[in-house]
């Protein structure tokens, strides 16, 4: 029977996870009266911006009127980029406001998730109290997993680490700075070059002895405003998607795209010419791998995070660690890097350990790459939902109308395709991902298509684009506005109540 298709009424509602995805897909089902149950493994929620994960000095790169959820903006008071406690904070605020704090359980390990033993349709979700040890079971009509592509962090494994330790060498992860004190008078290694490598070596420069970078590669930066105009105009609005050939784009833009396809060279071009020398991307050190337009999603980044390496106050070393050394760091060219705190700025992996080997065999590729139609369900596993695996940057707008999505879905209001051709979709836009993008994603490949992934998600609910109230010009550099995707429940309502009455 294809995901989406039940004769079951679905009440019960699972959700793993108290981030971002968790905190939104709770939200709504809570407002159409369905018994919602969070599980959340650690003593708070905000996922990433939970305290215990924020390292000193974390920013939102998003300005706050974007990385808000549609009916709970950011308090005025914060500032444009707001810090991560302040984040934290916004996210405590709509969880209270929405009754959502009210069905987290913190401190709960899920430790598998099974078919329900009375062959029922669900789900049985194995739990344990972190607090107290004891095991527990309950069973769900519908399980949504929201623990993100953020959710363990991602520590390479190198040999001879255990001999820098001996030494009274520090490895840690970049979420695991939580006391900046542990830099102090030492010489920080920070392995990475993401926005979290380079915040964390900028704000080791005030205290340590001396920092350094390792970095296999230099991805894209773009600068904070290009000529006085914020960035926010190209690179949260519609203008720059179209620069990016999609399968569902319509006659001018694939005109674009294989008549016209010099201009669209021409354009990457220019805006490499333009950040690189905003930024300084063009010196030896400092020049990226990839084109630009390869390298989505770009990372906004303050000007100065750059100038240091390029003062020379933050050395800048290109190349792979091999191994620890007694002393450091040893690179594949064979360069050896004093350290005595290393900082693994290396990212996060996905867990899904507690599903069943079917499940995982099902979810994704050989690559790793997840198989979820919108980004969202996997035809082969039904009544399961993963909301989160799809977006970079307004993650929180992308969950909250994947949420809405859900709800429907489950409700049958959404028409899915037949298995076959929710298969073919799902393998259409990995392709269009694996072409377009020099970096792997943990979820899905929805940007630098927030937009198209947006529209796509309101088409299956019967509604237009939600910006579609805008003129042309304002309809391409209007930065994406979370408050156009209010009330969408209420307005699928009444769009089917429309249809049905002509």
Same mark, same amino acid.
């Given at each position: 029977?294809?995901?989406?298709?039940?004769?079951?009424?679905?009440?019960?509602?699972?959700?793993?996870?108290?981030?971002?995805?968790?905190?939104?897909?709770?939200?709504?089902?809570?407002?159409?009266?369905?018994?919602?149950?969070?599980?959340?493994?650690?003593?708070?929620? @905000?996922?990433?911006?939970? *305290?215990?994960?924020?390292? *000193?000095?974390?920013?939102?790169?998003?300005?706050?009127?974007?990385?808000?959820?549609?009916?709970?903006?950011?308090?005025?008071?914060?500032?444009?980029? *707001?810090?991560?406690?302040?984040?934290?904070?916004?996210?405590?605020?709509?969880?209270?406001?929405?009754?959502?704090?009210?069905?987290?359980?913190?401190?709960?390990? !899920?430790?598998?998730?099974?078919?329900?033993?009375?062959?029922?349709?669900?789900?049985?979700?194995?739990?344990?109290?972190?607090?107290?040890?004891?095991?527990?079971?309950?069973?769900?009509?519908?399980?949504?997993?929201?623990?993100?592509?953020?959710?363990?962090?991602? &520590?390479?494994? /190198?040999?001879?680490?255990?001999?820098?330790?001996?030494?009274?060498?520090?490895?840690?992860?970049?979420?695991? #700075? $939580?006391?900046?004190?542990?830099?102090?008078?030492?010489?920080?290694?920070?392995?990475?070059?993401?926005?979290?490598?380079?915040?964390?070596?900028?704000? $080791?420069?005030?205290?340590?002895? $001396?920092?350094?970078?390792?970095?296999?590669?230099?991805?894209?930066?773009?600068?904070?405003?290009?000529?006085?105009?914020?960035?926010?105009?190209?690179?949260?609005?519609?203008?720059?998607?179209?620069?990016?050939?999609?399968?569902? %784009?319509?006659?001018?833009?694939?005109?674009?795209?294989?008549?016209?396809? =010099?201009?669209?060279? /021409?354009?990457?071009?220019?805006?490499?010419?333009?950040?690189?020398?905003?930024?300084?991307?063009?010196? *030896?050190?400092?020049?990226?791998?990839?084109?630009?337009?390869? $390298?989505?999603?770009? &990372?906004?980044?303050?000007?100065?995070?750059?100038?240091?390496?390029?003062?020379?106050?933050?050395?800048?070393?290109?190349?792979?660690?091999?191994?620890?050394?007694?002393?450091?760091?040893?690179?594949?060219?064979?360069?050896?890097?004093?350290?005595?705190?290393?900082?693994?700025?290396?990212?996060?992996?996905?867990?899904?350990?507690?599903?069943?080997?079917?499940?995982?065999?099902?979810?994704?590729? =050989? +690559? @790793?790459? %997840?198989?979820?139609?919108?980004?969202?369900?996997?035809?082969?596993?039904?009544?399961?939902?993963?909301?989160?695996?799809?977006? !970079?940057? &307004?993650?929180?707008?992308?969950?909250?109308?994947?949420?809405?999505?859900?709800?429907?879905?489950?409700?049958?209001?959404?028409?899915?395709? +037949?298995?076959?051709? %929710?298969?073919?979709?799902?393998?259409?836009?990995?392709?269009?991902?694996?072409?377009?993008?020099?970096?792997?994603?943990?979820?899905?490949?929805?940007?630098?298509?927030?937009?198209?992934?947006?529209?796509?998600?309101?088409?299956?609910?019967?509604? =237009?684009?939600?910006?579609?109230?805008?003129?042309?010009?304002?309809?391409?550099?209007?930065?994406?506005?979370?408050?156009?995707?209010?009330?969408?429940?209420?307005? #699928?309502?009444?769009?089917?109540?429309?249809?049905? +009455?002509?």
């Amino acid at each position: 029977m294809p995901a989406g298709v039940y004769t079951v009424i679905t009440k019960k509602v699972g959700i793993i996870g108290a981030g971002v995805a968790g905190l939104a897909t709770a939200k709504v089902f809570l407002s159409q009266g369905y018994a919602v149950t969070v599980f959340e493994r650690v003593g708070t929620l @905000g996922g990433v911006w939970s *305290p215990t994960r924020c390292y *000193p000095g974390v920013r939102l790169q998003t300005k706050r009127q974007h990385y808000a959820f549609s009916d709970f903006p950011m308090p005025p008071h914060y500032p444009e980029f *707001p810090t991560g406690r302040q984040v934290y904070e916004y996210l405590r605020a709509y969880a209270a406001r929405f009754g959502v704090d009210r069905v987290i359980r913190f401190r709960t390990e !899920v430790r598998s998730v099974v078919p329900r033993p009375d062959g029922l349709p669900g789900w049985r979700v194995q739990l344990c109290d972190l607090a107290t040890g004891d095991e527990a079971a309950s069973d769900f009509d519908l399980v949504i997993v929201c623990n993100g592509v953020f959710c363990e962090p991602h &520590i390479p494994s /190198l040999p001879c680490r255990d001999k820098f330790e001996a030494r009274g060498g520090i490895v840690l992860h970049s979420s695991q #700075v $939580s006391d900046p004190a542990i830099l102090n008078g030492r010489d920080v290694v920070v392995v990475g070059f993401g926005k979290s490598a380079l915040d964390l070596a900028e704000a $080791s420069l005030a205290t340590a002895r $001396s920092t350094a970078v390792v970095c296999r590669r230099v991805p894209w930066k773009v600068p904070h405003r290009i000529a006085g105009v914020n960035i926010k105009h190209f690179i949260l609005t519609r203008f720059t998607e179209i620069w990016f050939p999609h399968p569902d %784009m319509g006659w001018s833009r694939r005109v674009l795209h294989t008549w016209l396809s =010099p201009v669209v060279d /021409l354009y990457w071009r220019t805006a490499e010419f333009i950040v690189g020398h905003k930024l300084g991307l063009f010196s *030896p050190e400092l020049r990226p791998d990839m084109p630009l337009r390869s $390298s989505a999603p770009c &990372i906004t980044l303050a000007v100065d995070n750059l100038k240091s390496i390029r003062d020379g106050d933050i050395l800048l070393h290109r190349g792979s660690v091999v191994r620890y050394t007694a002393d450091g760091l040893e690179l594949d060219g064979g360069k050896r890097i004093a350290a005595q705190v290393v900082v693994l700025a290396t990212g996060y992996r996905r867990e899904l350990q507690f599903l069943g080997e079917r499940q995982r065999s099902v979810l994704s590729d =050989p +690559s @790793g790459a %997840m198989l979820l139609y919108r980004a969202l369900i996997n035809p082969d596993i039904p009544r399961m939902a993963f909301n989160g695996y799809n977006g !970079v940057g &307004i993650c929180q707008l992308t969950a909250e109308v994947g949420a809405t999505w859900l709800v429907n879905w489950i409700e049958g209001v959404v028409h899915l395709p +037949s298995r076959a051709g %929710m298969i073919d979709i799902i393998h259409r836009e990995l392709k269009l991902r694996e072409h377009l993008l020099s970096t792997k994603i943990g979820g899905i490949y929805v940007t630098p298509f927030t937009y198209g992934y947006l529209d796509q998600l309101l088409h299956d609910l019967g509604l =237009p684009p939600a910006d579609r109230h805008r003129r042309l010009f304002k309809w391409l550099f209007t930065p994406l506005d979370p408050a156009d995707y209010r009330d969408l429940v209420a307005r #699928v309502r009444i769009a089917a109540e429309i249809r049905s +009455s002509n």
